[in-house]
Protein backbone atom coordinates (compact mmCIF):
# COMPACT_ATOMS: atom_id res chain seq x y z
CA UNK A 1 0.00 0.00 0.00
CA UNK A 2 2.83 2.09 0.87
CA UNK A 3 4.76 1.75 -2.27
CA UNK A 4 1.27 2.69 -4.06
CA UNK A 5 0.57 5.63 -2.33
CA UNK A 6 4.46 6.93 -3.24
CA UNK A 7 3.87 6.44 -7.13
CA UNK A 8 0.63 7.55 -7.15
CA UNK A 9 2.43 11.45 -5.81
CA UNK A 10 5.41 10.84 -7.97
CA UNK A 11 3.14 10.30 -10.91
CA UNK A 12 1.29 13.12 -9.99
CA UNK A 13 3.84 15.21 -9.25
CA UNK A 14 5.50 14.42 -13.03
CA UNK A 15 2.08 15.59 -14.10
CA UNK A 16 1.83 19.10 -12.41
CA UNK A 17 5.59 19.60 -13.37
CA UNK A 18 4.48 18.62 -17.02
CA UNK A 19 1.73 21.14 -17.14
CA UNK A 20 3.86 23.92 -15.63
CA UNK A 21 6.90 23.31 -18.09
CA UNK A 22 4.54 23.47 -21.31
CA UNK A 23 6.43 26.68 -23.69
CA UNK A 24 4.23 29.57 -25.32
CA UNK A 25 3.18 28.59 -28.89
CA UNK A 26 1.16 30.55 -31.69
CA UNK A 27 -2.31 29.69 -32.45
CA UNK A 28 -4.85 30.28 -34.97
CA UNK A 29 -8.78 29.64 -34.52
CA UNK A 30 -10.28 26.06 -34.18
CA UNK A 31 -12.06 26.50 -37.94
CA UNK A 32 -11.61 25.61 -41.13
CA UNK A 33 -8.92 27.64 -42.87
CA UNK A 34 -10.43 28.76 -45.98
CA UNK A 35 -7.17 29.81 -47.53
CA UNK A 36 -3.72 31.78 -46.70
CA UNK A 37 -2.20 34.56 -48.60
CA UNK A 38 1.00 35.58 -48.57
CA UNK A 39 2.41 39.01 -49.68
CA UNK A 40 6.13 40.80 -50.27
CA UNK A 41 6.23 42.76 -46.54
CA UNK A 42 6.35 46.58 -46.79
CA UNK A 43 6.75 46.60 -42.81
CA UNK A 44 5.82 46.59 -39.61
CA UNK A 45 2.02 46.95 -38.75
CA UNK A 46 0.41 46.61 -42.02
CA UNK A 47 0.14 43.85 -44.72
CA UNK A 48 0.74 44.64 -48.32
CA UNK A 49 -2.18 43.37 -50.24
CA UNK A 50 -0.47 42.56 -53.28
CA UNK A 51 -1.05 39.11 -53.01
CA UNK A 52 1.37 36.98 -54.50
CA UNK A 53 0.75 33.14 -53.19
CA UNK A 54 -2.89 31.74 -52.02
CA UNK A 55 -2.67 28.71 -50.90
CA UNK A 56 -5.63 27.12 -50.74
CA UNK A 57 -5.35 23.03 -51.04
CA UNK A 58 -5.27 21.31 -48.03
CA UNK A 59 -2.11 19.81 -47.81
CA UNK A 60 -0.78 23.43 -48.32
CA UNK A 61 -2.83 25.00 -45.37
CA UNK A 62 -2.26 22.00 -43.24
CA UNK A 63 1.70 22.82 -43.51
CA UNK A 64 1.50 26.63 -42.91
CA UNK A 65 -0.93 25.47 -40.19
CA UNK A 66 1.87 22.82 -38.21
CA UNK A 67 4.46 25.67 -39.19
CA UNK A 68 2.90 28.52 -37.32
CA UNK A 69 1.34 26.70 -34.37
CA UNK A 70 4.38 24.62 -33.68
CA UNK A 71 6.29 27.98 -33.37
CA UNK A 72 7.36 28.62 -30.25
CA UNK A 73 7.82 31.93 -27.87
CA UNK A 74 11.42 33.94 -28.68
CA UNK A 75 13.79 35.20 -26.48
CA UNK A 76 14.80 37.73 -28.51
CA UNK A 77 12.76 40.98 -29.51
CA UNK A 78 11.59 41.62 -33.24
CA UNK A 79 14.31 41.56 -35.49
CA UNK A 80 15.72 44.75 -36.59
CA UNK A 81 15.32 44.50 -39.93
CA UNK A 82 11.63 44.38 -41.45
CA UNK A 83 9.75 40.89 -42.17
CA UNK A 84 10.19 39.36 -45.57
CA UNK A 85 6.59 38.09 -45.97
CA UNK A 86 2.99 38.95 -44.53
CA UNK A 87 0.81 35.94 -44.29
CA UNK A 88 -3.26 36.43 -43.75
CA UNK A 89 -5.27 33.19 -42.89
CA UNK A 90 -8.65 32.99 -43.45
CA UNK A 91 -11.83 31.11 -42.35
CA UNK A 92 -14.14 32.76 -44.19
CA UNK A 93 -16.40 35.82 -43.98
CA UNK A 94 -17.70 35.14 -40.55
CA UNK A 95 -14.69 34.42 -38.93
CA UNK A 96 -11.90 37.33 -38.75
CA UNK A 97 -8.21 36.79 -40.25
CA UNK A 98 -4.97 36.37 -38.73
CA UNK A 99 -2.61 38.60 -39.71
CA UNK A 100 1.25 37.63 -39.45
CA UNK A 101 4.69 39.07 -39.80
CA UNK A 102 7.62 36.50 -41.34
CA UNK A 103 11.13 36.62 -41.49
CA UNK A 104 12.12 33.92 -43.55
CA UNK A 105 15.26 32.27 -42.47
CA UNK A 106 17.83 31.14 -44.60
CA UNK A 107 18.64 27.22 -45.43
CA UNK A 108 19.43 25.52 -42.01
CA UNK A 109 18.02 28.74 -39.65
CA UNK A 110 15.29 28.99 -37.76
CA UNK A 111 12.60 31.75 -39.11
CA UNK A 112 10.96 34.38 -37.10
CA UNK A 113 6.86 34.64 -37.08
CA UNK A 114 4.89 37.42 -35.18
CA UNK A 115 1.18 38.61 -35.27
CA UNK A 116 0.57 41.55 -37.01
CA UNK A 117 -1.32 43.43 -33.78
CA UNK A 118 1.39 42.10 -31.05
CA UNK A 119 3.71 44.53 -29.38
CA UNK A 120 7.18 42.52 -29.20
CA UNK A 121 6.22 39.11 -29.05
CA UNK A 122 8.05 36.65 -31.72
CA UNK A 123 8.01 33.21 -32.17
CA UNK A 124 10.89 30.97 -34.13
CA UNK A 125 10.05 28.00 -36.01
CA UNK A 126 12.39 25.03 -35.97
CA UNK A 127 15.09 24.35 -39.20
CA UNK A 128 13.22 21.68 -39.95
CA UNK A 129 10.14 24.20 -40.70
CA UNK A 130 12.23 26.69 -42.19
CA UNK A 131 12.63 23.91 -44.53
CA UNK A 132 9.20 23.66 -45.23
CA UNK A 133 8.20 27.57 -45.72
CA UNK A 134 10.77 27.91 -47.79
CA UNK A 135 9.36 25.30 -49.97
CA UNK A 136 5.79 26.79 -50.03
CA UNK A 137 6.62 30.45 -50.34
CA UNK A 138 9.90 30.36 -52.74
CA UNK A 139 9.22 26.75 -54.73
CA UNK A 140 12.97 25.13 -53.19
Not at 8 to 15: E, K, N
Not at 100 to 113: M, R
Request: hydrophobic content about 40%.
Amino acid sequence: MRVCVVFLVFLGSLIVAGCTNQTDTMSLLDEKIEKIEISKSKGMGSVNEEIFLVLDDNESINVMKKVITFAVMNENDIPMKEPDYDVVVSYGDQFPKHAIHIWLGNEGEDTILSYLVEDGGTYKTSVKNTKKLRELILGE
